[in-house]
């Protein structure tokens, strides 16, 4: 889900995947980080393209709403694994 004051950076960014060699990362917290504490190199940049159609495409359902804090109190009442690392972004309403 984004809100509609994003929608225009989503479709008229250009974002990269890094596609980065194994090693010398290390996995940590519990399968969630990988972090190298060297300089590493990346073996490709690949150009992501339109990141609407991209979610589209791989079935991806992409909610666009007014404000994300009507749904974030839902889910916080949950028993749902949740992160809201992003939320500092997000308008109050």
Same mark, same amino acid.
């Given at each position: 889900? %984004?809100?509609?004051?994003? /929608? &225009?950076?989503?479709? +008229?960014?250009? /974002?990269?995947?890094?596609?980065?060699?194994?090693?010398?990362?290390? @996995?940590? &917290?519990?399968?969630?980080?990988? %972090? +190298? *504490? *060297?300089?590493?190199?990346?073996? &490709? #940049? $690949?150009?992501?393209?339109?990141?609407?159609?991209?979610?589209?495409? +791989?079935?991806?359902?992409?909610? @666009? +709403?007014?404000? /994300?804090?009507? !749904?974030?109190?839902? $889910? %916080? &009442?949950?028993? !749902?694994?949740?992160?809201? %690392? #992003? /939320?500092?972004?997000? $308008? #109050?309403?």
């Amino acid at each position: 889900m %984004i809100e509609t004051i994003w /929608l &225009e950076r989503v479709r +008229a960014v250009r /974002l990269y995947a890094y596609r980065m060699p194994r090693e010398p990362f290390e @996995i940590v &917290e519990d399968d969630r980080f990988y %972090i +190298a *504490s *060297s300089t590493v190199d990346a073996i &490709e #940049r $690949v150009d992501v393209g339109d990141l609407l159609a991209r979610h589209a495409g +791989a079935g991806v359902e992409l909610r @666009i +709403a007014p404000a /994300l804090y009507p !749904l974030w109190d839902r $889910v %916080i &009442e949950t028993t !749902l694994d949740y992160s809201g %690392i #992003r /939320l500092r972004n997000a $308008v #109050r309403t």
